[in-house]
């Protein structure tokens, strides 16, 4: 799922070829070009740049003949230096755009720069990144055309390499472009993208004589009037940062901001700084409108509680951590950074949203759109993500530097953690992260699978992060003990997940939003609800995503079967928040509501809870020691690994296998119901309270 949608988008023929553009953000928004670069990546390539800055921007993006929309075609014309600004120009004047400023990425530098000479009345501002001149005046490599044995290196930058290992030139070109640590998922994304093209179709964009525009590079740096900002990573494979500074050292217009150890990807890879930059030179603000108060003059605490939208197990213990802390700090004022479903339960609780909210990219979508018949990938769908992540945490920037917030929550605000460790100077306030997961475990687990070799990967970021910025987490809180964490490595010569987690890490148990204690008389309880005390009660429920509809109907189509076995039962099936309760087949005597507020509730008074195996639901279940079934998503490790670890050590519910249990086999299963829980293990309550104990001690 993308982070954001174009709210237009086309195709044109200029001098005979065709392109592809979209456009996005408000039309009232001053315009931006982002330029398009070599033929292996098209506009998706700005894919960490357009959610932020279509916020403040018209931005148009675009994909010239060879890539993405654009026209495929082997003809050297369409891809002459010249040809591509005349396309771009036929752009502007179909969106009847004058002028405006150019953004511009690797050999798309060439493009922007021979634009602003050509027609410098249409160019504002130029950016500058990774900018590739250097190919400016490239002349025929004779030895791209000739065939060798062997090739090696940048010996496969060959026509003969590319025809018949495209793939291997691929894996080795992105792997110098990426050459920062961690990059395999910008490396999957270039390599992707570069293989919806041909190799025929690099060859025509490349050593060619006709590529070359008739105006020299030095003719058209002197024709330049516009301000330019360069941005250059000082390991920069591709492009030598070299001629970044030579320009910005004899060029007024020329301003260079070197990112050290950068790579030549730093748009994907550094995309906080480089979308900041951008902003900064092109002179657009934060905000609109923007007041700061005096610090002795500000009225009680603020705090900015970011609650990841992934189900509702977590907004329901933070809404319990917030109550604690105002206990502790009754001024505290608290602004939830929120988005559905975790926003509407925050607003029958008449918590305060943040109005940033509403530019937050919808997490819970993307995640759905991964799933399938009760299967999701957690850490695939985690890792496709990230373009998400990106659009969020600058959501995340604008709203603390616009609030001068005392103290900065996130439950599992991975975007948040994430960037901040990467750019640990944004930090202006004490930060709190809190999570009831910590390390990735792969699905296919074999020795040298690359899932193993991923998720080992992205754990060690996170541990190399938290090595290198120490306090840069001011309290780190595990939301359990750490015997609840499975008894695994992060990976292959990596720590122990327990053994760390207990280092870096405060325990403080299982947060529920409710005291157990209350619902031991359940018989009151069921009357409160609606439900008769003596009338055994199953309910089935599946989160707060949509990844569960697949029970609920095989649910449903058990209830006759379950009828028959126990035909004094009542069974209430639950929607949820982000569920059609018309999907659920209508049965005779079977009950289907949509959303109900505090289901924890029902939960705690069903003689039989049937779930998905998130860690909400079914803690619930066993903190009130309720019988229950679970069925943890397919491919999803933190349901396969880390909940079932901790459920088993509760000695709590029983675990089926979705794709296994038939209707007849869960009718079978409500043997369940009502059985004996006296072998759960105690729950120790007071977490919340432990949890705003610590927290408040920043306050």
Excluded at 61 to 81: I, K, L, M, N, Q
Aim: aromatic content about 10%; proline content about 7%; overall charge negative.
């Amino acid at each position: 799922m993308r982070a954001i949608e174009p709210t237009s988008q086309g195709r044109l023929t200029i001098s005979g070829f065709g392109i592809g553009y979209e456009v996005f953000g408000d039309d009232q928004s001053p315009p931006l070009l982002l330029m398009p670069g070599w033929q292996t990546a098209p506009s998706r390539q700005w894919k960490m740049q357009i959610p932020f800055l279509a916020r403040r921007f018209r931005v148009v993006v675009w994909d010239p003949p060879g890539c993405g929309a654009g026209e495929r075609t082997t003809d050297p014309a369409a891809y002459s230096f010249d040809n591509i600004v005349g396309f771009a120009v036929g752009l502007l004047d179909h969106l009847s755009i004058e002028r405006l400023p150019l953004v511009a990425f690797s050999k798309g530098s060439i493009y922007a720069l021979l634009m602003a000479a050509r027609f410098p009345e249409r160019v504002s501002r130029m950016v500058l990144i990774a900018s590739c001149t250097d190919d400016w005046n490239y002349r025929v490599d004779p030895s791209f055309w000739e065939a060798r044995d062997h090739y090696d290196g940048w010996e496969k930058r060959n026509a003969h390499y590319w025809r018949s290992n495209y793939r291997d030139w691929l894996d080795f070109f992105f792997g110098q472009v990426c050459n920062e640590p961690h990059s395999s998922k910008l490396v999957d994304d270039f390599t992707s993208w570069a293989l919806e093209t041909t190799p025929e179709i690099l060859i025509a964009s490349v050593e060619n004589p006709a590529l070359v525009p008739e105006m020299t590079l030095d003719e058209a740096l002197g024709r330049v009037r516009c301000p330019v900002l360069l941005i250059h990573g000082t390991d920069d494979r591709i492009a030598s940062v070299e001629a970044s500074r030579s320009q910005a050292e004899a060029l007024p217009e020329f301003e260079l901001l070197e990112i050290d150890g950068g790579s030549h990807a730093i748009t994907g890879r550094q995309p906080v700084v480089v979308n900041q930059e951008i902003t900064r030179f092109l002179g657009v603000p934060w905000s609109r409108h923007r007041s700061w108060p005096r610090a002795m003059s500000r009225a009680g605490r603020r705090a900015l509680f970011i609650s990841s939208p992934i189900g509702l197990g977590h907004v329901q213990r933070d809404l319990a951590i917030a109550r604690e802390l105002r206990r502790i700090e009754p001024n505290l004022r608290i602004d939830w950074l929120a988005q559905p479903p975790v926003s509407e339960v925050l607003l029958r609780s008449g918590e305060t949203i943040h109005p940033l909210s509403r530019e937050l990219a919808s997490e819970s979508s993307h995640w759905e759109s991964f799933a399938g018949e009760h299967r999701l990938h957690a850490f695939h769908a985690f890792r496709e993500m990230d373009e998400v992540l990106a659009a969020n945490f600058m959501v995340f920037l604008d709203a603390v530097r616009e609030t001068p917030y005392d103290l900065w929550l996130g439950d599992e605000a991975w975007e948040v953690d994430h960037y901040l460790h990467e750019n640990p100077e944004l930090k202006r306030a004490p930060y709190v992260f809190m999570t009831d997961f910590v390390g990735w475990l792969p699905i296919d687990g074999s020795a040298g699978s690359r899932e193993a070799a991923l998720t080992a990967d992205y754990n060690l970021e996170m541990l190399e992060h938290v090595e290198r910025f120490p306090r840069l987490r001011d309290r780190a809180l595990y939301f359990g003990e750490y015997e609840d964490l499975p008894p695994e490595r992060f990976g292959p010569g990596l720590p122990s997940i327990p053994e760390w987690t207990a280092e870096h890490f405060s325990a403080t148990g299982y947060v529920v939003p409710f005291d157990p204690g209350v619902y031991a008389e359940i018989a009151s309880v069921r009357a409160r609800l609606g439900y008769d005390a003596t009338q055994p009660l199953i309910i089935g429920a599946a989160g707060g995503t949509s990844a569960g509809r697949h029970l609920l109907r095989k649910i449903a189509a058990a209830w006759p079967l379950i009828q028959q076995a126990k035909p004094d039962a009542r069974c209430v099936i639950v929607a949820g928040p982000r569920i059609d309760a018309g999907e659920i087949p209508l049965q005779l005597g079977l009950e289907v509501r949509p959303y109900v507020h505090n289901l924890y509730e029902h939960l705690a008074v069903a003689d039989l809870g049937i779930v998905q195996g998130g860690l909400g639901t079914t803690m619930e279940l066993a903190v009130t020691r309720r019988p229950f079934l679970y069925f943890p998503l397919a491919e999803h490790s933190e349901q396969v690994y880390h909940v079932a670890h901790r459920l088993w050590r509760m000695g709590a519910g029983r675990r089926l296998d979705y794709a296994r249990t038939t209707p007849e086999e869960l009718a079978a299963a409500l043997e369940t119901i009502g059985s004996d829980t006296s072998c759960y293990r105690a729950y120790d309550p007071g977490a919340a309270a432990r949890a705003a104990g610590i927290i408040a001690e920043l306050l």
